[in-house]
């Protein structure tokens, strides 16, 4: 699965999302948007971490995955 990864001065990651369009092309979608001194990454999001559920952890397990800036 594709997710978007917002990261912020130093690569510190600040946020995530992923898209879950319903095939409803009315309704639109968004996602994650930078916003000034925040850098957005597309990455795949390895398998191992799809089940982690806290924040914290997730973004700590994440951050190897994220290219640097």
């Known amino acids: 699965m594709k997710i978007t990864v917002v990261t912020g001065p130093g690569g510190k990651i600040v946020g995530t999302g992923h898209d ?8 639109g979608h968004g996602g994650p948007v930078a916003g000034p001194g925040q850098s957005v990454h597309v990455i795949e999001l390895p398998s191992e971490l799809e089940s982690i559920k806290d924040a914290e952890e997730f973004h700590r397990k994440l951050e190897p995955y994220v290219p640097s800036r």
């Open 20 to 27: 879950v369009r319903s095939g409803n092309l009315a309704m």
